[in-house]
């Protein structure tokens, strides 16, 4: 069965960049039909959806982080990764990454998430 | 954009069961039959429970349903239990992106 699992600094200071991967087994990351999305969440609140990059390198962003964000796969490794540039302390948050399926409202399955605090 | 509305809290007693609803507008919600939610204990990962509205994957029970009427959509739990204690998160897509609720709390008295 598919698993997903993010890895990154856990510690980023304001106005530098974060930088997190989500490595996937068990499925392939061009399987036709299939997203990968990160999706942030912090303390008390509802998820917030990033942005993710379809089977076929296409990327997709909310556009409240679109100018920051950047989503990228690397393919040979089997993964895809996150930059969010000029963080400040609101980007404080458990950051997840999650399965998608094209045409579908289904966020399947989700890594466990990994801490990144933006602080001095 | 604005996230879509939840209740803050709801409670039930085992047994019993018990509506989540979860509001948006004309350009999420009303527009998509793109809805899913998701069950979260503390300190884990969101679990998807619903999508497409009203469809279960497998290995959930079918103790949840979901439904949508107009600009909101519903998630039952019925013959509660005290597992399902726990945060709910309803989705939509709104044209070119995802959009969360603010979340539910249920709690099992």
């Known amino acids: 069965q598919v698993q997903l699992q993010e890895s990154g600094p856990g510690l980023v200071k304001p106005l530098e960049t974060l930088s997190l991967t989500c490595t996937v087994s068990?499925?392939?990351?061009?399987?036709?039909?299939?997203?990968w999305d990160w999706i942030r969440q912090t303390t008390g609140k509802g998820p917030e959806w990033i942005g993710g990059i379809s089977w076929k390198g296409d990327t997709f962003y909310n556009p409240s982080l679109m100018s920051r964000a950047t989503i990228s796969a690397d393919t040979s490794r089997n993964q895809c990764s996150l930059t969010l540039r000029s963080v400040t302390a609101t980007d404080t948050a458990v950051y997840y990454c999650a399965r998608d399926y094209d045409a579908s409202s289904r966020f399947d399955p989700w890594g466990p998430g990994t801490l990144v605090t933006v602080s001095s | 954009q604005s996230a879509l509305t939840q209740p803050r809290s709801v409670s039930g007693s085992p047994g019993q069961s018990v509506t989540l609803s979860c509001t948006g507008t004309s350009s999420d919600i009303g527009a998509y039959n793109y809805v899913s939610w998701y069950q979260q204990h503390p300190g884990k990962a969101p679990k998807l429970i619903i999508y497409d509205v009203h469809r279960r994957p497998s290995g959930v029970p079918d103790r949840f349903s979901g439904s949508k009427s107009a600009y909101t959509a519903s998630l039952t739990i019925s013959g509660l239990q005290a597992e399902d204690e726990a945060d709910y998160y309803c989705c939509s897509f709104a044209a070119s992106f995802w959009v969360f609720g603010g979340g539910t709390k249920l709690t099992v008295l």
């Open positions: 068990g499925d392939s990351i061009t399987r036709t039909g299939y997203h």
